[in-house]
């Protein structure tokens, strides 16, 4: 099997998505890589046990594509063997009423981890520079002073949006999270042929809306926007990674091998010493225990 590094799937330069591949082999079985992701995502979740019992962190991951690019069964396979108590997966969709009142960050905000504890954003903050771009009247909705109409949005609004989210991001850092940022990179014509499925197996229709044909349709905007979100968020702290998306197997075995190569680089986290008082009591304790 092909090793994965996560400085391969990295952005650390300007990109284009049309050169990044949306498939990738790795030289394995779909059951060897399988095997592989229980592997690795039983040490991953051994570190976030330690990780809960330090408590000086937590990690964000996010997690965008575009529709069918697997999201939502990469979570479930990437985590499963996380700690229930360790884990808090967040989906994000059109914003309530209370929501809306608020600013475009809050609901994202509130829903940070806790320190000690992992949470996944199923789609993220970025929705707000990606429908919201595509689909514009969204920001009608924000109640924002001065906006009444698409025409009154200004030529730098997006620019500024994609500014306040580093410093969102940045101030994370600063305080302790670790933020990971994941593009599942889907080829078109992967996204036809799982859009396809959902109708002709019964056991997935529920998952189709038409919806889905019309969002397909600004297929090129949102290449366009999401190749300007990565390139204009993508820092040394708060990094994306372009994973290829068109074999869902693969596509997790790298998320998997990314979120623990990355989290190795800390290497303070480690579980907490018991106090000189304990340690020099410990033979006393359990003498006690033994003896009831």
């Known amino acids: 099997m092909e090793k994965i590094n996560a400085d391969d799937y990295r952005i650390s330069a300007k990109i284009s998505l049309k050169d990044r591949p949306t498939k990738v082999d790795l030289q394995a079985t779909e059951a060897q890589i399988e095997k592989k992701l229980a592997k690795v995502r039983g040490k991953l979740s051994a570190m976030q046990d330690v990780m809960y019992a330090y408590k000086k962190y937590a990690v964000l991951t996010c997690f965008q594509g575009m529709d069918t690019s697997g999201k939502d069964s990469l979570i479930r396979e990437v985590f499963r063997d996380f700690n229930p108590r360790g884990v808090v997966v967040q989906t994000f969709k059109t914003p309530n009423s209370a929501e809306l009142e608020h600013d475009y960050l809050w609901r994202h905000y509130v829903a940070l981890p806790e320190r000690g504890k992992f949470a996944v954003f199923n789609r993220s903050h970025y929705e707000n520079v990606l429908i919201s771009r595509v689909h514009p009247e969204y920001v009608l909705h924000e109640n924002i002073p001065g906006i009444e109409a698409i025409e009154d949005i200004p030529k730098n609004f997006w620019k500024k949006r994609l500014e306040e989210i580093n410093h969102f991001e940045e101030h994370l850092v600063n305080n302790g999270t670790i933020v990971l940022k994941f593009f599942l990179h889907l080829s078109k014509e992967e996204q036809r042929e799982r859009l396809l499925r959902r109708l002709e197996e019964e056991k997935h229709n529920w998952k189709f809306s038409p919806d889905d044909l019309k ?76 003896e009831k």
């Open 215 to 290: 969002e397909r349709e600004c297929w090129e905007a949102y290449q366009e926007f999401y190749e300007e979100a990565i390139n204009a968020t993508s820092g040394q702290e708060t990094p994306w990674f372009i994973v290829p998306a068109d074999d869902k197997a693969t596509a997790r075995l790298i998320v998997v091998k990314i979120i623990r190569q990355e989290m190795k680089k800390y290497h303070d986290i480690k579980e907490p010493e018991l106090s000189e008082e304990i340690q020099e009591r410990i033979r006393f304790y359990k003498k006690q225990l033994e």
